[in-house]
């Protein structure tokens, strides 16, 4: 594993492809009375606060929320939607915590290396990251599986970073509850603004 520096990358920078395509079912079936990405933590819509972290690193990013079969024909859309980019992080939107820092010390990686994965406490996370040279494969996506099979092909290197966000995803309510319980200690843990 390498650690690098979030720095803000002007040159080069990747897009930041947010994922909102999914049909979020095992929400609605842990008791969810709306799509996981529309449900409320501390005052804003999961969705909003995935949003905000990606308008916050700086980066091109694209909202990929057209109803697609499955993960990997979202990505493809997205990846053939931007034919410009310079490389993709891959962050599915029910990251709502997950910090700008992290989506900028992810596309400082791209910068060395064709394939990067976020750390936190030895999970992988997201955003996962891929520069331009790995296009073609990501536009070929298809079915329910991810981006994985490009990762293993291009000897992804994984990247520590101290951002729990990056691994907190929204599938139940049960994650829904934990989020809010995380937020309110980093909020905590700020102090008095």
Known sequence: MSSFPAVPIQLNAPTVIVLASGRGERFVASGGTSHKLQALLDGQTVLART???????????????AGHAGMGDSIAAAVRATPRAQGWLILPGDLPLVQAQTLLAVAAALQ??????????????????????????????????????????????????????????????????????????????????
């Open 51 to 65: 949003l905000a972290a990606v308008r916050d690193s700086g980066l091109p990013w694209h909202l990929e929320d």
């Open 112 to 193: 060395e290396h064709a394939a990067v994965v976020p750390v936190f406490q030895g999970q992988r996370g997201h955003p996962v990251g891929f520069a331009r040279q790995c296009g073609l494969a990501l536009a070929g996506l298809v079915g329910d599986k991810g981006a994985g099979g490009v990762l293993r092909a291009q000897a992804a290197i994984e990247i520590i970073v101290n951002d729990e966000g990056c691994v907190a995803d929204i599938d139940t309510l049960t994650d829904l509850q934990r989020a809010s319980q995380l937020l309110a200690n980093r909020c905590s843990a700020a102090g008095p603004r």
